[in-house]
């Protein structure tokens, strides 16, 4: 899913690309993609795209009269950008949005399409729909961190992943953030001290600014500067998705937690003092703190 570092080069892309530039026409082709009917779609089209803004996840295109377009790309949504003309993809085509000089295409792979399109007229009304409430990792202080992060007592995993407190860190980066600070992903965070903090902290923005660099380096090198390769698992990360494979830091093998439709990584040495931490089966704590869906992951409405 892509998340604070993938979404911010997309819009910088954008900004690069569409800013300043009408928006002809948006075909749609996925049945469940547009989320709202009014405004319809057909009030943004002819309109130039005024502003580009990242709310978590989610892409928001600013047109006059306070008219945004949001688009939140789930778990496989992704954009490409294109000649003028393009047509919709084949069968993992969603929709096109079509301007003078090329197309911004949208697709979704697998089964299940969750990928979603909202029109929404007036800025209050479009914060009080898409705007989760989490505080933006990259600007918040150590004290504003530690105040969101022990809030309430529950696992790190979840803490760092829930839109209402944190603003776009997802299930990738999130394991990252917690290999390189040292944490296992089912620690409390009422169990951390002042010491733990600060490095959880320092870990949250270092990994979110070390992967917002390489993945604006990747996307230079791409046409047209747009970036061709979102994914959330990385030969180069340290423990997400690598299951398996040595970890970076003691050589010892990546484990894993299944849960649901999730899967989490972590170094047992690095993180857990050796130790392996239960799957589903056993693990009460996760059965209690983690969340059973993609949806449900994402925090679609406010707790």
Not at 63 to 89: C, D, I, N, T
Not at 124 to 145: K, S, Y
Request: charged share 25%; with cysteine; hydrophobic share 40%.
């Amino acid at each position: 899913m892509p998340e604070l570092p993938d979404v911010v080069v997309y819009l910088e892309s954008l900004e690069r690309l569409v800013l300043d530039r009408p928006l002809r026409k948006v075909d749609v082709r996925g049945i469940s993609l547009l989320r709202s009917y009014d405004p319809p779609l057909s009030a943004v089209e002819d309109q130039p795209v005024i502003g580009l803004r990242r709310l978590g996840k989610r892409l928001v295109f600013a047109f006059p009269e306070e008219l945004y377009l949001v688009l939140h790309l789930m778990v496989a949504g992704r954009l490409q950008w294109k000649k003028v003309g393009a047509p919709v993809p084949g069968k993992v085509g969603l929709a096109a949005f079509r301007f003078d000089h090329g197309t911004l295409t949208l697709t979704e792979a697998g089964t299940k399409k969750r990928a979603s399109l909202w029109v929404v007229r007036g800025e209050e009304a479009m914060l009080a729909e898409h705007d989760r409430g989490g505080i933006e990792p990259l600007t918040m202080t150590l004290a504003q961190f530690t105040a969101q992060l022990t809030a309430t007592n529950r696992t790190l995993k979840r803490a760092l992943t829930d839109p209402t407190a944190f603003s776009g860190i997802g299930n990738a980066y999130s394991d990252e953030i917690l290999w390189s600070a040292g944490l296992a992903p089912t620690q409390r965070t009422g169990q951390l001290d002042e010491a733990a903090l600060a490095r959880l902290y320092e870990s949250v923005q270092a990994t979110l600014v070390l992967w917002t660099e390489r993945l604006r380096g990747e996307a230079a090198k791409a046409k047209d500067g747009f970036p061709e390769k979102v994914t959330a698992f990385r030969d180069d990360m340290a423990v997400h998705g690598r299951f398996g494979k040595p970890c970076p830091r003691c050589g010892d093998p990546v484990q894993r937690i299944s849960y649901a439709e999730n899967e989490v990584n972590y170094c047992a040495t690095c993180q857990h003092g050796g130790k392996l931490l239960a799957d589903r089966s056993l693990s009460r704590l996760l059965t209690d703190d983690w969340p059973k869906t993609i949806e449900e992951w994402e925090g679609l409405r406010r707790s």
